[in-house]
């Protein structure tokens, strides 16, 4: 139950109103003057204090600064019969939720006491989601302690506290989103927020005006004005997943943006000014995106400021035995179990390439501990036939026939799904889960012809 204390020197006053509070289920307490309710309302046990402006030897605004100053999670509403702008604007300026002018009904003072506690409330919720965050992507839980993941670790402790843009190359899987919220937890930003878009599960129509917002009228469907992603972020840091997946067309608006800090809604002229730290990754070779014209050259160098290359995990194999007991524990923990790994668990993936990456071998290891029965996880429990008899027989050089089965995977439902659309590129990305532009890009390395439509 919230709990609220009045400040008021004038005894009949200050039993009114804790009538008024206590009658609505309110815990309230008294203070007979300023000195008492600035020393009772900086110790933070009140959600919300009530103060009397015009008081003894401390007045309504010293007990406010008092208050703000030492606990600034608690509200405060100024009373007063001597209400003027100039006092009005110098409590809200001090900190103060509101202002209320005597005499006032019970229904005013209420609706007042009500938002200052809703506002309360919410505050408290971000500052406990922001440490939670923090404490979730602290630079410890970037697992690993080999030569690669020092070395990042030691350039994440340099980047973090500036705001030079960030790009982090790398395959699926080897963390790239977790190093981007690590940054940004690390930073001056990490009281906002971190908003991360996937550009490649947003389609070419919805991007911008998810992105920058729009206006009423502005299209079909959009019957009302609605801020974009990049006001929502505004103080904070913007995370640009799969970036090399956008059209050109959007890229030049995003070059646009980055240096004028600066959005205009689809369908408006008026630009409005937001202030954001640009982090964008992909798991593409930007250069060579760059000289088939399928990415601006512009926008590649005012990314590529500061360039975190993350490693596959068969760069730094000697993190996986750290990384599998760190999954481990997570999935032991969230299920409720005690799983353990099989001596033999190591050996055995000893010539595994994890394709997959970080994200792979944790799927892995909460798949074992979800299905496990006899306690202890084994090679089978993790590596299915035929892909485990490879990889612990070490045949073909390690890696190369389970590329193979990847790649005939990934041929047969491209191939399946291109029937199913019967040769329509679009539905069969859509059928996939991918963007056409991934779909291209993987037919032309497997090199599938269709006729597509």
């Known amino acids: 139950m919230p709990k609220i204390l009045i400040v008021d020197d004038q005894r009949n006053m200050r039993t009114t109103l804790a009538m008024m509070l206590k009658g609505v289920g309110y815990e309230v307490d008294e203070a007979a003057d300023g000195d008492e309710g600035a020393e009772r309302g900086a110790t933070g046990a009140f959600d919300l204090v009530l103060t009397d402006l015009r008081m003894g030897t401390k007045d309504g605004m010293e007990v406010l600064g008092a208050i703000k100053e030492a606990q600034p999670m608690t509200e405060v509403i100024v009373m007063t019969a001597y209400g003027t702008i100039e006092s009005a604007v110098e409590a809200m300026r001090l900190g103060a939720f509101d202002y209320i002018q005597k005499p006032f009904t019970e229904q005013e003072l209420l609706v007042k006491v009500d938002k200052a506690l809703e506002n309360r409330r919410l505050a408290g919720e971000v500052a406990f989601l922001a440490s939670e965050f923090k404490d979730r992507y602290r630079f410890e839980n970037i697992v690993g302690r080999s030569g690669a993941i020092r070395d990042l670790l030691g350039r994440i402790v340099r980047i973090a506290p500036t705001d030079a843009i960030v790009l982090i190359t790398g395959e699926s899987g080897t963390g790239k989103e977790l190093v981007a919220k690590a940054i940004h937890a690390n930073s001056r930003r990490c009281d906002r927020m971190f908003v991360p878009v996937n550009c490649a599960a947003i389609t070419e129509t919805l991007l911008e005006s998810e992105l920058f917002g729009h206006a009423r009228g502005s299209f079909t469907g959009a019957v009302s004005a609605r801020k974009g992603l990049f006001e929502e972020a505004h103080g904070g840091t913007f995370f640009f997943d799969e970036i090399a997946e956008t059209p050109l067309s959007f890229q030049a608006k995003l070059l646009r943006v980055i240096q004028e800090n600066e959005v205009r809604r689809v369908g408006e002229n008026k630009p409005i000014r937001v202030d954001v730290r640009i982090i964008a990754a992909t798991n593409q070779d930007l250069l060579r995106a760059v000289q088939e014209k399928r990415f601006r050259q512009d926008l590649y160098y005012r990314l590529n400021v500061a360039r975190f290359q993350l490693p596959a995990l068969r760069e730094r194999r000697e993190d996986v035995p750290e990384l599998m007991m760190h999954f481990l524990e997570k999935y032991n923990k969230k299920m409720g179990v005690r799983a353990r790994l099989h001596d033999g668990v190591l050996d055995a993936l000893a010539h595994y390439d994890f394709p997959g990456n970080i994200r792979e071998l944790e799927h892995m290891i909460e798949q074992a501990v979800a299905l496990v029965q006899s306690g202890t996880i084994t090679a089978d429990d993790l ?52 963007s056409p532009t991934t779909l291209w890009r993987k037919m032309t390395r497997l090199g599938i012809v269709f006729d597509t439509k």
């Open 383 to 434: 590596l299915p036939p035929p892909i485990g008899e490879e990889a612990r027989s070490g045949s073909n050089h390690g890696g190369r026939a389970l590329a193979d089965v990847v790649d005939t995977a990934e041929r047969t439902a491209i191939e399946g799904a291109l029937r199913e659309s019967d040769g329509n590129r679009e539905k069969a990305a859509e059928l996939l889960a991918i």
